[in-house]
């Protein structure tokens, strides 16, 4: 298989059209029998559900080229899955997590030629949304839905380095008390918008999100969960139930725990504590780990000890032990990688 010729190195996080999308539609109570489609538009009603009321979820994973020339995917049946409740907490039918799993395969295969090759630092990223698409006025959830899933290359995303985050503590709550902070909805992305262009227009990279209500607890980001590090080298995650469960950070814990020997704690984190830590990373499908070196809550800095030029020695075996199950290069644990071809 040809590659197309695209220059890996420089792709930034951008969407490029490739030649395969899957598409399922559910209507009559049933979703039919899918099929890979060329076409990358989509044509709706003016008062579609989704445009109207939001009714649309979505996930998010990659395609790796692995040391030995494979192309995998990573643990896609737990996107399948956090999708299938994504969808019933916004009264959408579950797309079944198994043909979900299936379907992630069938793009990523129709689409190798996209696929970055190893060692380029790119990869591909893989992009399975769904949304109410009939039209709805009176508020009530859709009852024909599309599921889709599409994919485009991206680049490495540690270009020119890594650089630790500066971050600042938000004034925006990210997520309710009992509502949807623990799935992935368009709506916490919508409203999250003015958020990080405020803090963005201020000069931080990211938002820490504290617990809604209290604001006294860390929550994560606007896009990634935190990873702690104490002084003596225990791994530290919030624990809380507005926390999208990131399938990065649940994986960062199992090879801290198994691959490392590291103790870790998932328990509620006082935003107090943070002052203590040694080291701070935001974990997610994108960057795996991005380091934050510094933290300012209105005006007042928590310079974490690990500095502003590079990741912390802990954060930074994480990264790598996991980077390597990911690219091949260290033994997955039992059902982690999927190998397309
Ligand atoms: C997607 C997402 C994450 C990261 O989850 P991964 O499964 O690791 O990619 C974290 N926080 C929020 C709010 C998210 O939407």
Redesign the pocket.
């Known amino acids: 298989m040809e590659k197309k010729s695209i220059d890996w190195a420089n792709l930034g996080f951008a969407y490029m059209e490739t030649d395969k999308r899957y598409v399922s539609y559910y209507k009559d109570g049933a979703w039919d029998e899918g099929a890979l489609i060329s076409d990358p538009s989509v044509t709706m009603s003016e008062c579609a559900c989704v445009l109207q009321y939001a009714q649309t979820c979505f996930e ?1 994973l990659k395609a790796y080229t692995t040391e030995d020339g494979h192309i995998v995917t990573f643990r896609p049946d737990m996107n399948g899955e956090r999708m299938e409740a994504s969808a019933a907490r916004l009264e959408m039918p579950a797309f079944p997590k198994e043909r979900f799993v299936e379907a992630v395969a069938r793009v990523v295969k129709a689409n190798a030629a996209y696929v970055p090759p190893y060692g380029s630092g790119a990869t591909l990223y893989i992009r399975p949304f769904m949304y109410g698409k009939n039209a709805v006025i009176g508020v009530k959830p859709a009852d024909e839905f599309e599921f889709r899933i599409f994919c485009t290359p991206v680049g490495p995303y540690f270009k020119g380095g890594i650089k630790p985050l500066t971050i600042c503590v938000s004034d925006f709550d990210r997520a309710a008390p009992h509502g949807t902070g623990h799935i ?1 909805a368009g709506l ?1 992305y919508a409203m999250s918008l003015h958020a990080i262009v405020t803090a963005h227009k201020a000069g931080f990279d990211e938002n820490m999100d504290l617990a809604p209500g209290t604001r006294t607890k860390v929550e ?1 980001t ?4 935190f990873l702690f590090v104490t002084k003596d080298n225990t791994v530290v995650t919030p624990k809380s139930d507005s926390i ?1 469960p ?4 649940r994986s960062l814990v199992h090879v801290a725990k198994e691959y490392l020997g590291l103790k870790v704690e998932e328990r509620e984190v006082y935003f107090d504590e943070v002052k203590d830590f040694a080291e701070c990373g935001l ?3 994108a960057a795996v780990i991005s380091p934050v070196g510094k933290i300012v809550d209105h005006g007042k800095e928590i310079c974490l000890p690990s500095g502003m030029s590079e990741m912390g020695p802990v954060t930074k075996k994480l990264y790598e032990t996991l980077t390597g199950i990911q690219m091949g290069r260290i033994q997955a644990p039992e059902g982690w990688i999927q190998v397309i071809e």
Do not use: H, Y
């Open positions: 998010g992935k916490n994560e606007g896009g990634a969960n999208l990131s399938i990065t950070r974990c997610g499908t």
